[in-house]
């Protein structure tokens, strides 16, 4: 369940969500959302991030999480990389931030996600058609 979806900046440095935001447990497990080599697990900007590199330019990143892998591991979709800490959201309501670049370049992580197991019927206030 998304609880705060991608809103697109309008450049490079302007306001945004470069992500998707995921309501989680504090210190429950974030997992690889799919295979690739860590490139990044340490403090960024006062947060803790895992990031990884997925080949072809795409790369993506969980905020805010405590690493419990390093740079250079190999991983595979599933597999456990951090635990949810407080960060990106706050502790009284704590999220998983997941972001995705192409080419350096944000870009919406739903498009990189697999789809739904089963269908999802959202409230007719969410259809944009």
Do not use: K, N
């Amino acid at each position: 369940m998304v609880e705060r979806a991608w809103e697109a900046p309008s450049s490079d440095y302007a306001a945004g969500h470069r992500g998707l935001d995921v309501p989680a447990t504090l210190g429950s497990t974030a997992a690889a959302v799919d295979d690739g080599t860590v490139a990044f697990a340490g403090a960024v900007g006062g947060r803790t991030v895992v990031t990884i590199d997925h080949g072809d330019g795409l790369v993506s990143t969980l905020d805010s999480v405590t690493p419990l892998v390093a740079a250079g591991e190999e991983v595979v979709r599933g597999t456990p990389v951090g635990q949810v800490s407080v960060g990106h959201c706050p502790a009284s309501a704590p999220c998983l931030h997941l972001g995705a670049r192409v080419d350096g370049r944000y870009v919406d992580p739903m498009a990189y996600l697999p789809p739904a197991e089963w269908p999802v019927l959202l409230p007719e206030s969410a259809w944009r058609g």
